[in-house]
Structure formats: structure tokens, C-alpha cells
């Protein structure tokens, strides 16, 4: 269901790119950051979400979900692939790492940022303004980096 939004929200915002060129966007979380594949971009951000853990059902938020997409154009398709950044509850001892819930509007702006971002990438069109913000959310728990993927992997702003 999280995959329909993003795809929705991305086809709206991909209608700015060159005209007749189909771009795809993929949920794959084997994507490493710092590594895309040769001939792909990387691009690394961050956002806000809400969690839950699924032992226990405590719900936390976060502003440093780190989200990495890596795009790549062929001809006149393109791809990009999103990796969404896993948190852990902190309250159980082997909780699993949870998806993000990203609301509607952070993924308006993430899709907006990233469509930018392809244009400079794949069309060697000039960097247009700078990123939006997102829309942050109340935290009340510390970030714990060993609960992070992000932290794990060395990409969180949280550090
Ligand atoms: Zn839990
Ligand atoms: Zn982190």
C-alpha cells in the first residue's frame, strides 16, 4: 500500500521530466548507500516517519529516517530504486527493525526533491533551488544508533 502512494505521488511529479521518457520507481532494500551500482546516481536524504513495534505495538517517531534512492536512465526509461531506513523499538530486547511510516506530505516533498535531482542527474539540467524542507515531527525518544539502520550504516544525521 506504501509502495502505491509513493508511485502515485512520483508520476505526478516525474510529469516535469522530459516528455515521452517512462520513469519507474522500485521499493528495494538492498540498494548500498555510497555504493550505486556504475552508471547509477545516488541520491541520500532524510526524513521524518512513525513506527511501530510489531512485539510490542509502542509507536515512536523520528526525524532522522534516512532514505537512499539511486537512479539510473537508459534510452528513455528510467529507473530508481528507494531504500527506506529501518528503526527498532527500543523497549524490546529482539524487536526487528520496523519500515518507516512516511506521511502523505513527506513523501510529496521527498518526491519533489528527488525529481530535481534526476533532472541534474540524468538530463544534465542545472540544480534548481534547494531541497525542501520536511515536515517535522514531535520526538519524545532519544535516537539510539544501535536501533537505526541508518546510524548502522554510517549515513544517519543523527551523527
Ligand atoms: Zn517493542
Ligand atoms: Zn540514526
Redesign the pocket.
Known amino acids: 500500500m506504501a509502495l502505491a502512494r509513493w508511485k502515485s505521488t512520483f508520476k505526478r511529479e516525474a510529469d516535469g521530466l522530459p516528455c515521452g521518457d517512462t520513469w519507474n520507481l522500485e521499493f528495494n532494500s538492498s540498494i548500498s548507500p555510497r555504493r550505486p551500482q556504475p552508471g547509477w546516481k545516488e541520491y541520500v536524504t532524510q526524513t521524518t516517519a512513525r513506527f511501530s ?6 509507536r515512536w517517531s523520528s526525524n532522522n529516517v534516512m532514505v537512499v534512492f539511486h537512479m539510473h536512465r537508459k534510452g528513455r526509461t528510467g529507473t530508481v530504486k528507494v531504500s527506506r531506513f529501518r528503526q527498532k ?4 530486547r529482539h ?1 526487528p527493525m520496523e519500515d518507516p511510516s512516511i506521511n502523505k506530505t513527506n513523501i510529496c516533498i521527498l518526491m519533489k526533491n528527488l525529481v530535481k535531482k534526476i533532472k541534474n542527474n540524468c538530463y544534465n539540467a542545472a540544480l534548481q533551488g534547494r531541497e525542501s524542507p520536511y515536515n517535522k515531527l514531535l520526538v519524545t525518544s532519544r535516537h539510539m544508533p544501535a536501533h537505526c539502520e541508518g546510524c548502522i550504516e554510517g549515513i544517519c544525521t543523527n551523527n
Open positions: 513495534c510489531s512485539l510490542c505495538g509502542k523499538c527500543q523497549k524490546c524487536a
